[in-house]
């Protein structure tokens, strides 16, 4: 059986084959001025899944970029607040020692007191800071609050406990900014780890020099009350009342027992007590008012100077566990910001990785397109002679 191919079949075939070289010179020229490979994804759509994968992994890695930079300003501001709440603790820590002076008239503490004072509006300003961008440091994980209200009755936190996390590199999230409640209001007193008293009701002139713990055993975070049965005699209790030493004592000498040790001086009257405890918490504004507010009060009789120099030793003790916690703070905030630029260089190495694999799979080799589009441009040069030379092979051609 004979096969007839029409004139309009040939030229429609010549045709089709024209197109086809056209579209294929015009899709390598085009791949040469864009410089991508793929301009859609019927060109390789293996590739373009592959590209486009990668595209949402370079994306996150810019995202987490970002929060990186956020974050890093903001505890970098924490840092600085950190430091000026710790310098401010430091030199409320030297007025207290420098008021701890017999030698001192009630005008030059009340100047003390006065500073003091403004030591603390100034921590409340500090602990009030924001990050420039309207967003608190201290106040947890609230927003649009001022974490720190100052009033007669002392300073309240409106934050919260919260501390958010955030997300910096594929699988690691760093915290940012501590809560106000953990920064400024449960701060240790005492040594941080014991915490030494006198009753309120004390008569005599007793002070209460230094309180340690000697055997953490016997100890195990006991509360114990020395009282004095007499201005020289004392008994130790435990917080039962089950009695637990007894014994004479004069100035200056210490009193051992259940695993503490307590220093005083001075003259308590029978019925003194004072109480050695576990360190409780406290805000370091009230620490620092409640300096002021002692160096303030009159101190006319032996008990009353005896109340203001016990409250003056315990500010001392006070603060400067106030200011190591500052420092303990300053320590996590350097440590975080060291994960930071350990995210910063891990990114930087999954970029340039992402980087080189997007770039084989939609860049172009130019010396190989350069070769293809010289072959696509022959192959239609090729295309249009075969067609022309299609076209003069009528029939009528051959009559006349």
């Known amino acids: 059986m004979n096969l007839r191919i029409s004139t ?18 015009a899709r390598t020229q085009q791949e040469m001025i864009s410089g991508t490979r793929i301009n859609r994804a019927a060109d390789d759509p293996a590739a373009a899944a592959n590209a486009q994968r990668l595209d949402h992994a370079v994306a996150a890695l810019e995202q987490y970029d970002r929060n990186s930079g956020l974050l890093e300003h903001r505890l970098r501001l924490q840092e600085g607040a950190l430091e000026d709440a710790g310098d401010s603790l430091r030199r409320a820590r030297e007025l207290a020692i420098q008021a701890n002076n017999a030698a001192l008239s009630p005008t030059d503490r009340a100047l003390l007191a006065a500073e003091l004072r403004e030591l603390h509006g100034g921590l409340v300003a500090i602990a009030n800071r924001d990050d420039g961008n309207g967003w608190q440091l201290f106040a947890g994980s609230r927003d649009g609050v001022t974490p720190f209200s100052n009033s007669d009755g002392g300073v309240t936190y409106a934050g ?55 055997d953490q055993t016997a100890w195990n975070g006991a509360t114990l009350r020395v009282e004095f049965t007499a201005a020289d005699s004392y008994r130790v209790l435990d917080a039962g009342g089950t009695e637990l030493a007894t014994g004479t004592w004069q100035s200056g000498e210490s009193i ?35 300096l002021a507010d002692a160096l303030e009060a009159p101190a006319a009789t032996a008990a009353e100077r ?11 003790a006070d603060l400067g566990t106030a200011q190591d916690h500052m420092l303990s703070l300053r320590a996590g905030t350097g440590a975080r910001l060291a994960s930071l630029d350990s995210a910063s260089d891990t990114r930087g190495a999954d970029e340039v990785s992402l980087s ?39 029939l009528f051609d051959r009559l006349g």
């Open 8 to 25: 309009a079949g040939l030229h429609a075939q010549g045709l089709n084959g024209l197109l086809q070289r056209q579209q294929e010179l």
């Open 160 to 214: 919260d406990d919260g501390q958010n996390l955030v997300d910096v590199a594929a699988g690691l999230a760093v915290a940012d900014t501590d809560a106000g409640s953990d920064v400024f209001m449960r701060v240790r007193t005492g040594d941080g780890q014991v915490f030494g008293s006198a009753a309120t009701g004390n008569t005599g002139s007793g002070v209460l020099q230094s309180t340690a713990i000697t």
């Open 256 to 290: 051992d027992a259940g695993g503490a040790r307590i220093t005083l001086t001075g003259a308590p009257a029978a019925g003194d007590a004072f109480t050695v405890e576990r360190a409780p918490t406290r805000d370091v504004f009230a620490s620092v008012k409640a």
């Open 306 to 316: 005896a109340r203001r120099d016990n409250a003056i030793s315990g500010s001392i």
């Open 356 to 394: 080189a694999t997007l770039s084989q799979l939609r860049d172009v080799d130019y010396a190989k397109a350069a070769t293809q589009l010289a072959l696509h441009a022959t192959a239609l040069e090729a295309a249009q002679r075969t067609i022309v030379r299609v076209q003069s092979l009528s």
